[in-house]
């Protein structure tokens, strides 16, 4: 974990972005006061594709479409 004070991240903000989209930890700090971490936003890897969870549903309850007690006035 690296700590840098306020002015010292302001000046270097850039390389302590890349820094942190490394992997590395990044504290800012005031009066040697941990303030913040600097981390990056985790984005999914890949686009997500409609049907690419196919097949993978193990199990299904056997009531699973049935309306639940009470809503029967909601059905078209």
Do not use: C
């Not at 700590?3 to 972005?17: G, R």
């Amino acid at each position: 974990m690296q700590q840098f004070n306020i002015a010292e991240a302001k000046a270097h903000l850039s390389e302590l972005v890349q820094k942190a989209m490394m992997g590395e930890e990044i504290v800012i700090a005031r009066d040697n006061k941990p303030l913040a971490m600097l981390v990056p936003i985790k984005r999914a890897q890949q686009k997500r594709k409609p049907g690419s969870g196919k097949g993978q549903i193990l199990f299904m309850a056997e009531n699973f479409d049935a309306i639940p007690e009470g809503f029967e006035d909601y059905t078209g």
